[in-house]
């Protein structure tokens, strides 16, 4: 056991010192000990490379949107227009929406979606919870998994 790492003070008295003479101990301390913590620079190396990293990335994705895009982008103004935080896009959106907007959708185009068997009103409503959900929360998942499973139940009811 070395001397430091003793609760008790080692007076570095060299071949032997006071207390390991005293107790008939190999008396042994460790000359050079390394800092404790991360080397000096490894936070800003690490920051570096990550930095680094994530530029590269988002090239990456630049590069593959443009080219998946293709012209869509430049002909529409939505598509290559900057990017705005979304509450404000949507607080804006639906401050220009007006209840009609909603009224273009005819009788007939209703009644498909209402025709849909019971098992596709299912799995839309699995995949979006599985695949959309995540990203778009706008659906409350209990209430709306009851409202299908009560749809399933009585078809018949609007």
């Known amino acids: 056991m070395l001397c430091r790492q003793r609760k008790t003070r080692c007076d570095r008295k060299r071949l032997s010192c006071s207390f390991c003479g005293k107790n008939s101990f190999e008396c042994q301390f460790v000359t050079s000990r390394k800092a404790p913590g991360v080397r000096a620079g490894c936070v800003s190396e690490l920051e570096r490379r990550i930095t680094v990293r994530l530029e590269n990335e988002f090239q990456e994705f630049k590069e593959q949107s443009r080219l998946l895009t293709g012209s869509t982008a430049r002909n529409d103004p939505a598509i290559s227009a900057p990017l ?72 018949h009811l609007p």
């Open 84 to 155: 705005v935080e979304p509450k404000v896009v949507a607080t804006e959106t639906l401050g220009r929406c007006d209840s009609t907007a909603f009224s273009s959708i005819s009788g007939k185009q209703l009644r498909e979606y209402r025709n849909l068997s019971p098992s596709h009103l299912a799995r839309f409503c699995e995949v979006w919870f599985e695949k959309y959900h995540l990203w778009f929360p706008v659906l409350h998942q209990p209430t709306t998994l009851d409202s299908c499973r009560r749809l399933i139940e009585q078809p």
